[in-house]
């Protein structure tokens, strides 16, 4: 029987590092909207100040200590060392070490199942299996959004067609009985969303069983939708070459 999940937002799930939320380190040079990485979890480092999701990007993808707002943030962490007092070198310190920590945790990629849906299935040592997105490459976490997105502009474009929402969606997504008598659109979106994502076949070593509900693949959808804020210039570039995928050869 399948698993029905109790939502988990992104945050929750990810390891846990001393002064992670701490703001008052971030590197002046990096207070500018000119700043642009590649990372969605570095662009969120950037737009927060928060250097929990920098220990994060590193944990998916430890060339993230190769991207320049990285390198400026542990040098100016080193720098400040010497010009700091005995409470704030002992924070620096613990920032610094968490950069070590971050490079020991690895994330397992053979205990993740990626589905064309965007959604991502989750075997996971420290919680019971659940759904989630994906944050690099960040072709996938656009997937998500876009994936969601669109349904939700197909339903727009029904109603001003006049046309008949249940009809017209179960023929297009392939689906019957759908439940349209919401006044949110995101809620009738989610529903051909999670139903779609259900009737994947799934991938034969995802031995999680899980089911995504309407309500789990909206909350993912608005988590994930924060990741991608302010970022539309990845958006058009990677729908036209994708530089980040893992599948092609350069």
């Not at 070198?89 to 589905?115: C, D, M, Q, T, V």
């Not at 849906?117 to 989630?132: A, F």
């Not at 759908?178 to 995802?206: P, Y």
Request: net charge neutral; with cysteine; charged share 25%.
């Amino acid at each position: 029987m399948s698993k029905i999940l109790e939502y988990l937002d992104f945050q929750s799930v990810q390891n846990q590092y001393e002064y992670q939320d701490e703001t008052s380190f971030f590197p002046p040079t990096l207070e500018t909207e000119s700043c642009f990485s590649r990372h969605l979890l570095v662009n969120r480092f950037l737009q927060t100040k928060m250097p929990k999701f920098l220990y994060w990007s590193i944990e998916a993808d430890p060339n993230v200590l190769m991207d320049p707002f990285c390198m400026e943030t542990i040098c100016y962490w080193t720098d400040s060392l010497n010009e700091s007092n005995k409470e704030n070198k002992e924070a620096i310190k613990k920032l610094l070490l968490n950069i070590g920590i971050a490079l020991s945790k690895p994330r397992n990629l053979s205990k993740s199942f990626h589905y064309e849906t965007g959604y991502v299935h989750y075997l996971s040592e420290k919680t019971e299996p659940y759904i989630s997105f994906e944050v690099h490459p960040p072709r996938r976490c656009f997937r998500l959004v876009e994936s969601f997105e669109r349904v939700v502009s197909k339903i727009k474009q029904i109603e001003i067609l006049g046309m008949d929402l249940k009809v017209e969606l179960e023929n297009k997504y392939s689906l019957v009985d759908l439940n349209v008598n919401f006044s949110d659109k995101n809620h009738v979106a989610a529903q051909v969303i999670s139903r779609t994502h259900n009737n994947l076949q799934k991938n034969k070593n995802d031995k999680s069983d899980l089911f995504l509900t309407p309500h789990i693949a909206e909350e993912i959808y608005k988590d994930a939708k924060v990741f991608c804020r302010g970022l539309k210039y990845i958006v058009d570039t990677f729908q036209i070459v994708d530089y980040w995928s893992p599948d092609k050869k350069r």
